[in-house]
């Protein structure tokens, strides 16, 4: 009889198993001739040598789905085993889901976010064509969110090796000075939106470290001068309160392996009046430039309470 170990190091035993061992039991079931033992971060395996490598692909998908994706459910380990997937379980249909572009990522405890809305859907789809994107809306479009989204599936698919988020650090009617802290709590309120759609796709632990290893970078507009930004997810929020030149420096940052993405709200400028946003002369000289899309997003992609849109409208953002 022949062993086999297996490392579970990089997933939640928790969530591998399932409530109440379901997940366990399932595998169990389908290799009825393997005796497995699960203790903390390995798995033993005894068996027949064909069986053991059949079960060590399959095995290692599961893991890999989990890891991939945070979730795993009933019927995502029954579609990996090769097994027929159960009827009406919660969760079902997930992987052809995230398959046909309906879901962008996975978050923890198997949130599922999605691009819920045509011009969202063309935000993912033009991405996969283009290494910049202007995405161009009103407050509630989703715009943000969709693009750190983006930004974590492909970090998930190791696409690229780092997220970047940044923001132009524009007072809006309130004064930064006064704000209590150093630089950093100064500014974190101003990035708060970012950490909020980041907090929607990943679980805490992994956010945390992800923050302090620098593989989510999250500042200013401003710390972005004199660098080379490669092999990485660049979004810049907010976009209209940067100036022509800030908008420049940002978009030349650009290394050779990564993609960048620029949203903005043309009708909640918080620059100075006689100051022209920037954004307004990229989207103008920038439009025939092949590598460069630009979606705009309306009062039909707003996904915030329904009250959203009406505001909208009697403040004129809306057309």
């Not at 380990?77 to 889901?97: C, F, H, I, M, Q």
């Amino acid at each position: 009889m022949n062993e086999l170990k297996l490392s579970i190091e990089q997933v939640d035993p928790a969530a591998l198993w399932g409530p109440n061992n379901d997940h366990f039991e399932i595998i169990k079931k389908q290799y009825p001739k393997l005796k497995i033992v699960a203790r903390g971060s390995e798995v033993k395996v005894l068996g027949d040598e064909a069986e053991l490598n059949i079960f060590q692909e399959k095995f290692n998908s599961i893991v890999q789905h989990l890891e991939k994706f945070e979730s795993l459910n009933v019927n995502d380990v029954e579609r990996l085993l090769g097994a027929k997937p159960s009827a009406n379980k919660e969760g079902e249909g997930t992987a052809d889901k995230f398959a046909s572009g309906e879901v962008i990522v996975f978050g923890p405890n198997g949130i599922m976010v999605r691009a819920r809305t045509p011009n969202q859907r063309r935000m993912v789809d033009s991405l996969g064509k283009s290494d910049i994107l202007f995405a161009i809306g009103p407050a509630g479009t989703g715009k943000t969110y969709t693009a750190v989204a983006l930004a974590v599936r492909a970090l998930k698919n190791k696409e690229i090796k780092r997220i970047i988020l940044t923001r132009p650090a524009v007072e809006a009617g309130e004064n930064l000075g006064f704000l209590p802290g150093d630089l950093k709590e100064k500014i974190d309120p101003y990035l708060r939106p970012l950490y909020d759609a980041l907090d929607d796709m990943i679980p805490a632990e992994k956010l945390k470290l992800y923050l302090e290893n620098r593989t989510i970078e999250i500042a200013p507009l401003a710390f972005m001068r004199g660098r080379t930004l490669d092999n990485c997810f660049v979004i810049l929020d907010e976009a209209q309160n940067a100036t022509d030149m800030q908008l420049k420096m940002f978009l030349t940052r650009m290394g050779p392996s990564a993609k960048f993405i620029v949203t903005g709200d043309v009708t909640q400028i918080d620059l100075p009046k006689k100051q022209q946003s920037g954004l307004y002369t990229a989207l103008r000289i920038l439009t025939d430039i092949k590598g460069i899309d630009i979606v705009y997003l309306s009062g039909e992609d707003v996904v915030r309470h329904k009250l959203v849109k009406r505001i909208l409208e009697a403040y004129g953002d809306i057309q």
